[in-house]
């Protein structure tokens, strides 16, 4: 468990230092805002949706460097992604972090992703890690905003807690 939040460190400095990803998007045909008012995250995220499939995508914004390193790791497993796929990781992604998806027992799509899995013990930051996936989400559905907050049963894992 150590070594994993030692990588977890690292990957999280890594990607707040050097976001992936990181700029507006010229072409974007879908753009939300996503903001985490507990943190102060903000966010944008662009996405370039040539058929059904994620071409670009991008995002910029300020927040912590759970927030960015979040998002910054979701471009990277999202490009090229069938618009179904991304749905998928989507709800994965959240399900994990809200601590309803064992990443180490159930089979899921998250590869890199699941060094977020720690999270789940730490409800304000459930938040931070996911508002990129729900802006992004709320792009692909063809909203311009997206919160963490009043999201209703959503985050239930969290309010739960
Ligand atoms: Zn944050």
Request: one cysteine or more; a negative charge.
């Amino acid at each position: 468990m150590s070594e994993l939040s030692e990588l977890y460190q690292q990957v999280i400095l890594d990607h707040n230092k050097k976001p992936r990803n990181y700029r507006q998007l010229e072409n974007a045909n879908r753009v939300a805002e996503g903001h985490n008012p507990l943190c102060g995250d903000q966010l944008t995220v662009y996405l370039e949706m040539d058929g059904g499939v994620v071409k670009e995508i991008s995002f910029v914004g300020s927040g912590c460097a759970i927030s960015k390193a979040s998002a910054s790791m979701m471009t990277q497993s999202l490009k090229g992604k069938t618009r179904e796929e991304a749905q998928v990781l989507f709800d994965e992604f959240h399900r994990m972090v809200t601590g309803e998806l064992d990443a180490e027992t159930t089979e899921n799509h998250l590869g890199r992703l699941t060094i977020f899995s720690g999270v789940r013990d730490y409800p304000a930051r459930v938040k931070c890690a996911s508002l990129s996936w729900h802006t992004m989400h709320a792009a692909l559905e063809g909203e311009e905003r997206a919160t963490t907050e009043n999201l209703g049963p959503e985050l239930h894992g969290e309010a739960a807690g």
